[in-house]
C-alpha cells in the first residue's frame, strides 16, 4: 500500500507539471490574441519571480545565503553563468518556440534536453550507450522526425524556426538541468535559482529593451494571465516540485513530470485549437518515452536521476 507521503510527492510533481503545461499554453493566448512578445513575457517573468523567490529565502533559516553568494568568489561566476547560459537560455528559446510554433510542440522538443545529456555523457564518458539509452535515442530522432514533418518528410507541420528554438531549448535544458548542481548544493535552491532569475532577467533588459513593446493589448484576461504564468506557471510547480523530493525518488519524479507536454498538447489543442494529427500524437508519445527508457537505464545502472528542469 502506498504511504500517504508517497501520495502527497506524486500529486505534487502531477500538479507542477500540469501548471507547467498550461503556463505555456497561456503564453501562447498572450502572444497569439494580446500581441505580447517574447521578450517581454521572459523578462517579467524572470524579474517577477527571481523578486519573490529571494524575498522568500530572505524569510527562511538560511537567509544569510542570500547575500553571501554574492561574495563567494568561484560561485559567483559559476551564478553568473548559470543566469545566462541556463536560466535565461532555456526559457528564452521556450517562449520563442512558442511564439514561432506552438505550446504543444515546444514543450515536446524541450524535453529532448535529457537525450542531448545522454549523448554528452556517453562522448564525455567514452562509453558505449547501454540498449536503454540506444531505445531512448531512436524514440527521440524519430518523435521528432514525426513530430514536425507530421509523416510527411517533404514539409513541415511548424515553422523552421520553431523547430530551431525549440531544439536550442532542449540544449540549454541539458545545461541548465547539470550545470548548477553544486551551486543548488551549497546555497540552496531558493537562493540559487531567485537570483539566476532576477539576474537573466536584468541581462534580457539591457540586450532587448523589453518595456519598449508598445502593441500589447491590456485587459482583464490578459493581466490574469500574466499573473497566472508568474504564480502557477513559476513559483507555485516550482515549490511543489522541488518539496516532493522530500517525499518520492528523483526518477519517480522524472517520469511524473511528463504530464508537462501532455497537458501542453491538450490545452493546446482544444482550448487553442491547435490542430494536431495522428503522427504528431505519435512523435509526442515517443518523445515522452525517452524518459522511461532513460529511468530503465538509471535503475539498471544504479546513477543519479537526469532531472527536468525545475521549471519550463
Known amino acids: 500500500m502506498i504511504s500517504s507521503l508517497r501520495v502527497r510527492g506524486f500529486t505534487m510533481v502531477i500538479v507542477a507539471s500540469i501548471l507547467w503545461g498550461v503556463s505555456g499554453t497561456v503564453a501562447q493566448s498572450l502572444m497569439q490574441h ?55 537560455a532555456v526559457q528564452y528559446t521556450y517562449f520563442a518556440s512558442i511564439e514561432a510554433g506552438n505550446a504543444a510542440t515546444a514543450t515536446l522538443l524541450q524535453y529532448l534536453g535529457p537525450v542531448f545529456l545522454v549523448v554528452y555523457l556517453v562522448i564525455k564518458l567514452r562509453q558505449l550507450p547501454s540498449a536503454a539509452q540506444v531505445t531512448a535515442l531512436i524514440l527521440a530522432l524519430g518523435g521528432t522526425y514525426l513530430l514536425i514533418t507530421g509523416g510527411n518528410p517533404g514539409k513541415l507541420t511548424i515553422s523552421a524556426a520553431a523547430v530551431i528554438w525549440g531544439l536550442a531549448s532542449a540544449l540549454a535544458l541539458a545545461f541548465y538541468t547539470v550545470y548548477p548542481k553544486p551551486l543548488l548544493g551549497r546555497w540552496g535552491s531558493t537562493v540559487v535559482l531567485g537570483w539566476a532569475m532576477l539576474i537573466g532577467g536584468i541581462g534580457l533588459c539591457l540586450a532587448k529593451q523589453p518595456w519598449q513593446a508598445t502593441d500589447m493589448i491590456w485587459s482583464v484576461p490578459s493581466v490574469l494571465a500574466v499573473v497566472f504564468i508568474v504564480l502557477f506557471g513559476t513559483l507555485i510547480p516550482f515549490y511543489l516540485y522541488v518539496d516532493s523530493l522530500n517525499y518520492i525518488r528523483p526518477t519517480e519524479t522524472s517520469l511524473l513530470a511528463c504530464a508537462e507536454p501532455l497537458s501542453a498538447v491538450i490545452t493546446t489543442v482544444v482550448w487553442l485549437h491547435v490542430s494536431f494529427g495522428m503522427f504528431e500524437w505519435i512523435g509526442g508519445l515517443c518523445i515522452i518515452g525517452t524518459i522511461f527508457a532513460l529511468s530503465r537505464h538509471r535503475e539498471k545502472a544504479k546513477e543519479p536521476a537526469l532531472q527536468n528542469a525545475v521549471g519550463s
Do not use: E, K
Request: hydrophobic share 55%; aromatic share 10%.
Open 34 to 88: 494580446y500581441q505580447f512578445q517574447t521578450d517581454w513575457l521572459v523578462a517579467s517573468r524572470l524579474l517577477a519571480s527571481g523578486l519573490i523567490l529571494l524575498a522568500l529565502s530572505l524569510c527562511g533559516p538560511h537567509r544569510q545565503n542570500v547575500w553571501r553568494i554574492l561574495f563567494s568568489g568561484g560561485d559567483l561566476a559559476r551564478l553568473l553563468l548559470f543566469s545566462i547560459a541556463g536560466m535565461l
